[in-house]
């Protein structure tokens, strides 16, 4: 292997060396502790060490590095104490996640790692939005993210890198190609002959070096980093390396042909770097002897005052309680001045409200720039804050959800635009796995709020008038709101907003220009998590939210001779069970009613939660009246048939007679 060392002097060659020694001493004690049993699962990085260590080494300690799981000398390069990091892979209560996840699954902003979660690919997007905070910020950083060649068939690679052409945002996408994903070779991952010529599709510049020369990683990277600092754009990287060990310590490796080994084994990055700082008389043997056994005695010391450590207590409110980032709610009152405001304008207004007293937040979504968006709502918008913060975007939901947390996680605010809720199953990855569980992962916030224009009634089939709240209200650590009127839709997104926790905002699309009503002007907040009691009777009650709000009030409005309670919910996660159970208790029968299907619909929680609570004030069950099992069928007909509506009368007759 051949090191061009250029102008680096003797102590700086030295302490490089020591800095990816260290790595490959802490897993060779890995190692051991694994035979002996003592720790669990291990993915190595031995073999791959120049990667991980030249590049950080490259970048500024207030740059974002976003590694994956062999990226051990990520970690060590940026200076954690071992002690905190075993106390992290042994769920330690002092680890990054108390407990909470394994192995390199946290992020740390004292050290600005962004770890990554097991779905590999997500982690890509995320660069993109860090990266956009920094471009919009100008605060001339660059941002590295890293894949295995096995993520890059992940589409969430093409959308990251895609996005990140499009919008010019200073990444470097490494790719660690180390020739196996798992058990599958790269001849059976993909068809090109070399991973970085992908760039060429995506307009970007890629550069392969080899992945074992730290020197050569080094430079190359530095050298990268320099010039997409000045001027910004994305890289893809591509270094080649070869994966030593098994894909985990337990998975063996019978199924790689030895000459692979072998032939690696003589490109060892450690070995060879070693081999020639000895040439170049900066080590001899003596010298490599003791700074091998000064780190063998503090990695053991570190690794077993981490094993010392106590184990962390459970305490479930706690655990319930990081959830959600801490966020105090403070009620802005709306003003005296109102005017009469389409469902559709509200929302507008309280965007616009959002944007003008939040000047970090951006608002991202496919259309939504000069053309206003697909139902109009951010018409202006471009000409009124400018397209750095109302931001087109290619059609890539989960880059752009992935992006929103990158925001969030460099200090802004996002709010995604699904063109129709729908379009979510696209994003929902980024949404339940990266979006809710971060703060309970590693304590950052995701403040990103995701519009849905949800809903039917307006004949437009299976793909654009689901309901698919339930997918939402079911994942723990995401809020989800559900406004029914103008004047809630305005008050609420302005509270999504301000909410520093993922906040998923039901828009009905029924409702844009259907329904009107008197709007306050200006700044306000509704609290989410507080229901409105629309009607107070005494023979039944009607729980309910969105569409199926106005199909009660139609109903009931019709029937003066029903004396009902109806109780929009407005917020379904966290949801008001003291309007609830008040409502029960007022009435003794409940309809809950709601546009979804009937299985495993919101509506399944709240009778079960009143069937719990409130049984002793129940005179009849507990009745749902929700759409038919089946996908939303386009024809007028058959969709008024399938909704909920067309059933609330046979279902109030029903209660009333029990
Ligand atoms: C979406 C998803 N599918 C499958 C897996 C299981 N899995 C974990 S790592 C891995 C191989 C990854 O290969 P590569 O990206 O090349 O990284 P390497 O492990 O080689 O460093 C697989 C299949 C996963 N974590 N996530």
């Not at 890539?396 to 969030?408: F, K, N, P, T």
């Not at 208790?585 to 509506?603: M, P, Y």
């Amino acid at each position: 292997m051949q090191f061009d060392r250029k102008d680096k002097d003797d102590a700086s060659l030295l302490a490089l060396y020591k800095i990816l020694l260290y790595p490959r001493m802490v897993e060779e004690k890995m190692l051991i502790l694994l035979r002996q049993g003592r720790i669990g699962k291990w993915f190595s990085g031995i073999g791959q060490e120049a990667i991980a260590v030249g590049s950080t080494l490259a970048m500024q300690s207030d740059e974002y590095i976003l590694p994956m799981h062999r990226n051990l000398g990520v970690f060590t390069s940026r200076n954690i104490p071992l002690k905190k990091l075993m106390a992290q892979w042994q769920g330690k209560i002092s680890g990054f996640t108390k407990g909470r996840d394994r192995s390199f699954h946290f992020g740390t902003q004292d050290y600005k790692i962004i770890g990554m979660i097991s779905h590999l690919g997500p982690q890509m997007a995320l660069a993109d939005g860090i990266a956009l905070a920094d471009l919009i910020a100008n605060r001339k950083n660059a941002t590295l993210v890293f894949t295995g060649e096995g993520a890059t068939s992940e589409g969430d690679f093409h959308e990251a890198i895609n996005v990140a052409s499009v919008w010019n945002l200073p990444v470097i996408f490494l790719i660690e190609n180390n020739g196996y994903g798992l058990s599958t070779p790269i001849n059976e991952q993909f068809n090109c002959e070399h991973l970085v010529d992908r760039a060429i599709g995506y307009g970007i510049e890629g550069i392969q070096l080899n992945g074992n020369n730290i020197l050569e990683v080094y430079d190359k990277i530095s050298e990268v980093a320099k010039s997409i600092r000045k001027n910004p754009r994305p890289v893809l990287i591509e270094c080649l390396t070869f994966r030593m060990r098994g894909h985990e310590e337990a998975s063996g490796t019978k199924y790689v042909p030895q000459h692979l080994f072998d032939t690696w084994e003589q490109k060892d990055p450690v070995k060879n770097f070693e081999k020639f700082l000895l040439s170049e008389n900066i080590l001899n043997e003596d010298l490599i002897a003791s700074i091998k056994s000064g780190f063998k005695s503090d990695i053991e010391q570190e690794v077993e005052a981490a094993f010392n450590e106590e184990e962390p207590i459970a305490n479930n409110s706690t655990e319930l309680d990081d959830m959600f980032a801490p966020h105090t709610y403070k009620e802005t009152l709306p003003s005296e001045n109102k005017t009469e405001k389409r469902y559709l304008d509200a929302i507008t207004e309280g965007l616009r409200e959002g944007m003008l007293h939040h000047d970090n937040l951006v608002i991202m979504g496919q259309d939504i720039a000069e053309y206003g968006g697909a139902f109009k709502i951010t018409e202006g918008f471009v000409a009124q804050f400018g397209k750095a913060r109302v931001r087109n975007t290619p059609i890539c939901e989960s880059a752009i959800v992935g992006a929103g947390l990158g925001l969030s996680i460099n200090g802004y605010k996002a709010v995604v635009e699904m063109q129709f809720a729908d379009f979510v199953t696209c994003g929902f990855n980024q949404i339940v796995n990266n979006l809710a569980k971060t703060h309970y992962r590693w304590g950052e916030k995701a403040d990103v709020v995701v519009r849905m224009p949800t809903g039917a009634g307006t004949g437009a089939g299976p793909f654009h008038s689901q309901s698919n709240e339930a997918w939402f209200t079911k994942t723990p650590g995401l809020k989800v709101v559900y406004p029914a009127f103008p004047y809630d839709a305005k008050g609420l997104l302005i509270a999504a907003i301000e909410d520093p926790n993922p906040v998923i905002y039901f828009e009905h699309k029924y409702l844009y220009r259907s329904l009107s009503g008197l709007v306050p002007d200006g700044y306000y907040t509704i609290e989410i998590g507080k229901a409105n009691v629309l009607k107070e009777g005494d023979q039944l009650s009607i729980i309910t939210y969105g569409l199926g709000v106005h199909w009660a009030l139609e109903y009931l409005n019709n029937h003066p001779e029903i004396s009902a309670t109806l109780v929009d919910l407005v917020s379904l996660q966290p949801w008001d069970k003291e309007a609830v159970a008040k409502a029960v208790k007022a009435t003794g029968r409940v309809i809950i009613l709601h546009e979804d299907t009937l299985s495993s619909g919101f509506g399944a929680e709240l009778s079960a939660w009143i069937s719990e609570n409130c049984f002793e004030y129940l005179d009849a069950p507990v009745m749902r009246c929700a759409s038919l099992d089946t996908a939303i069928p386009m024809s007028k007909v058959l969709e008024d048939s399938f909704l909920a509506k067309s059933r609330l009368k046979e279902t109030v007759s029903k209660l009333l007679a029990f």
